[in-house]
Structure formats: C-alpha cells, structure tokens
C-alpha cells in the first residue's frame, strides 16, 4: 500500500485539474505561529490544518499529551475541510513528517482509505521549485460525512497488562532508555517494550522513508512480517505523533497496520502505579 508519495506526483495532480483535498499539517508551540507560517507560504490549494487543535483532545495526567479528539470536534473540522469518500487526501507538513503522519492516521482512524503522505514534506515540494501561495488557502465546499471511530485499532492502557505480541517504542533511543526525557513526567519505558527509533527508517537528509525492503528488514529483527496480525503488535510513543509516523511506515512497507497506544508513554508515566523499566 502506498503512503508516501512523491511531491512531483502531487504537482502533476494539480497542474492536471484532479480533484483531491490537501491539508498542510502545520504546529507551532507558539499560538498563532503556524498559521502565520501557512499564510506566508504553501502548497497551491492547501487548507490549514492544525494538529493540536483538530487532531487531539484535551491533555491531561489520565490522557496523555495528545490524546485522541472528540469525534464531533473531528466532526467540526472534516466538514470544514469538505473530506469525503472516494476523494483522496495529500497531507503535508514543514518538519519530518510527524504532524502528516498524525493526521494521516486520524483520517484512517475515522475512515478515509485514500490518504497520502508527502514524501519529505514541504522542504521536497520547494526543493523542486513546484510553485507556492500565500494568503488564507483553498476555500471547499462544507462536506458532511458521518465518521466512525475504529477505522484503524487502537489500545488503551488497561489492554496492555494482559497482551502478550509485540510493544514497540517509536521514540528515539535516548527517551526509550530513560537517559533524557523533556516532554514527560518519568523517563524510561512500559516493561517488555523494544525500540524501533522512527526517523532510522527515514533518510536523515531528504526526510524521505526508506526503500520498502529496508523497512521490512528492520520491522523483521523484532519478528515483525507480512504475515504478523495487527492485533499482535502495539505501537506506542510519547503522544502518539512518532507512532503514527512508524505505523505510516508500516503500511507503506506492505506490513499489516498495527495496534496503535496513541496516549502512550505520556499516559502511562503519569500513573504512579504504572512499572517503569530503563536501560541506564
């Protein structure tokens, strides 16, 4: 299955006149900032997107740092965006991927099947020299689609003390030892887990995923295969973001899309009672 898609596939699709919906995945930590970003400059047709606000609910200790969205608050904003069946959806963002990708499983989530990912995002598309806009983005038609939450699995924290497959950490290894953590309450991670760091599938330069075969190889050294059911695998990260960018990887590579922990480990460090292992 096919997720990330090359900038020059989406320019020929705009140029050509087909239809399609683009979303730039755009976060800032300061209020207002991505939005100004988007206004300054964007792909030809994009709406904005802002994940902090339309791809995750409240925070909170009981919930994690992004957990899922109210789905008549996702409601709200697939109708702004006008997202229908049958009419694929580009996503992109101006970093490595991690807010497509949020995005990108969200919309899986809820039920879209044509979704796609920008290969290297908006640094790709300018490294072309594809042409961009500024202004307020595209204006569409309000859609009304119903949505139905469990396009893709997902686990909640009880779940995990009871599963016996395979629980994979997509944050990098330093947070996955417990050697640093600056965004959560403990450093470390849930007791069984194994890392597989997400941006060690991605070319460091060009932010691209890697070749299918080399994905696989590395979903295989934690028996990980074609063949592996998406209920024996979870995969979890701080907030669900690193996670959904390996689990785009997955379905890219062919794999079956696992088991997605979206809370994660900022859910579980924040529950005194939960275990805490380390590798220090």
Not at 42 to 71: E, K, Q, S, W
Not at 219 to 247: C, M, W
Request: overall charge negative; proline content about 6%.
């Amino acid at each position: 299955m096919t997720v990330f898609v090359p900038a020059e596939e989406l320019n020929e699709r705009i140029h050509s006149g087909q239809k399609q919906t683009i979303l730039a995945a755009l976060w800032e930590p300061r209020e207002g900032k991505a939005w100004s970003k988007f206004q300054s400059e964007h792909i030809p047709t994009a709406m904005f997107c802002d994940p902090a606000v339309a791809l995750a609910g409240m925070p909170g200790r009981a919930y994690g740092r992004n957990p899922l969205p109210p789905l008549d608050v996702l409601a709200r904003h697939v109708a702004e965006w006008g997202l229908e069946k049958g009419r694929p959806v580009y996503i992109y963002d101006t970093g490595v991927g991690l807010f497509a990708a949020r995005a990108w499983w969200t919309l899986r989530w809820i039920g879209l099947e044509d979704v796609y990912i920008v290969d290297g995002g908006f640094a790709a598309w300018d490294s072309q020299g594809f042409d961009t806009v500024a202004g307020p983005g595209n204006v569409n038609v309000h859609a009304s689609m119903e949505l139905s939450a469990g396009g893709l699995p997902v686990a909640e924290i009880d779940q995990l003390h009871q599963f016996k497959g395979v629980l994979v950490d997509a944050r990098e290894a330093s947070r996955f030892e417990g050697r640093r953590e600056v965004l959560d309450l403990k450093a470390g991670h849930i007791p069984g887990a194994l890392n597989l760091p997400v941006y060690d599938l991605f070319d460091e330069d060009t932010r691209t995923v890697g070749e299918v075969d080399q994905v696989r190889a590395r979903f295989a050294r934690l028996g990980i295969t074609q063949n592996t059911k998406p209920d024996e695998v979870v995969v979890y990260s701080g907030s669900g973001n690193h996670s959904s960018l390996l689990l785009a990887a997955m379905a890219h590579s062919g794999l079956p899309v696992s088991t997605h922990y979206v809370a994660g480990w900022s859910q579980w460090s924040a529950n005194p009672k939960k275990p805490v292992a380390r590798h220090v």
